[in-house]
T-cell receptor, first 115, second 114 residues
Framework: DARVTQTPRHKVTEMGQEVTMRCQPI?????VFWYRQTMMQGLELLAY????????DSGMPKDRFSAEMPDATLATLKIQPSEPRDSAVYFC?????????????FGPGTRLTVL | AQKVTQAQTEISVVEKEDVTLDCVYE???????LFWYKQPPSGELVFLIR??????QNEISGRYSWNFQKSTSSFNFTITASQVVDSAVYFC???????????FGRGTQLTVWP
């Protein structure tokens, strides 16, 4: 049963520390998304990649957030330095874009708490 | 602009009642997709259904059914004979014609009491 995996599942850190979240998309998927869920903003897109190239990162605060895909099996989201307002659940999702539309499959999320 | 509105923030029902979750969307695209996701207390997002803008047929899957009406820009979700396990937050989402970003509503918290 293919699934998107995310690590860590929970992270508690102090303000100013670097946070790295990792995502392993479903094997063969060519599109990877990062979403953030907060009570205030709901679910919002931070960035997404196709074939490892960034297509849209307009939802991501550029000064402290960065997203990369070092290879097809790994996507990372980094926050440096972290702030309390970054506390949220961060979801990774993957999908395969071809001639037909395919849905996005979400990982279990990383719950981040910044103290 | 793409927008999804789920006006019902919370709904409480007693087991075996039918419940309908409302979803209204805005888009200028002629081709688009609508989705429903379920988020149980464990936190993951579970895909329930995808519907494209050219298919207005209602769909039924077990106790779940979906009513898509382009004339009112609505994509409502009905659970028949609700069960305690249906308790979750349900999200409606809008996507473009190709695999890309989803625009989510704020979600409806459904609580089913025994």
């Amino acid at each position: 049963d293919a699934r998107v995996t995310q690590t860590p599942r929970h992270k508690v850190t102090e303000m100013g520390q670097e946070v790295t979240m990792r995502c392993q998309p479903i094997l063969g998927h060519n599109t990877v998304f990062w979403y953030r869920q907060t009570m205030m903003q709901g679910l919002e897109l931070l960035a997404y990649f196709r074939n490892r190239a960034p297509l849209d990162d307009s939802g991501m605060p550029k000064d402290r957030f960065s997203a990369e895909m070092p290879d097809a099996t790994l996507a990372t989201l980094k926050i440096q330095p972290s702030e309390p307002r970054d506390s949220a659940v961060y979801f990774c999702a993957s999908g395969f874009r071809d001639s037909t539309y395919n849905e996005q499959f979400f990982g279990p999320g990383t719950r981040l708490t910044v103290l | 602009a793409q927008k999804v509105t789920q006006a019902q923030t919370e709904i409480s029902v007693v087991e075996k009642e039918d419940v309908t979750l409302d979803c209204v969307y805005e888009t200028r695209d002629t081709t688009y997709y609508l989705f429903w996701y379920k988020q149980p207390p464990s936190g993951e997002l579970v895909f329930l259904i995808r519907r494209n803008s050219f298919d207005e047929q209602n769909e039924i899957s077990g106790r779940y059914s979906w009513n898509f009406q382009k004339s009112t820009s609505s994509f409502n979700f009905t659970i028949t004979a609700s069960q305690v396990v249906d308790s979750a937050v349900y999200f409606c989402a809008l996507g473009g014609s190709t695999l890309g970003r989803l625009y989510f509503g704020r979600g409806t918290q459904l609580t089913v009491w025994p």
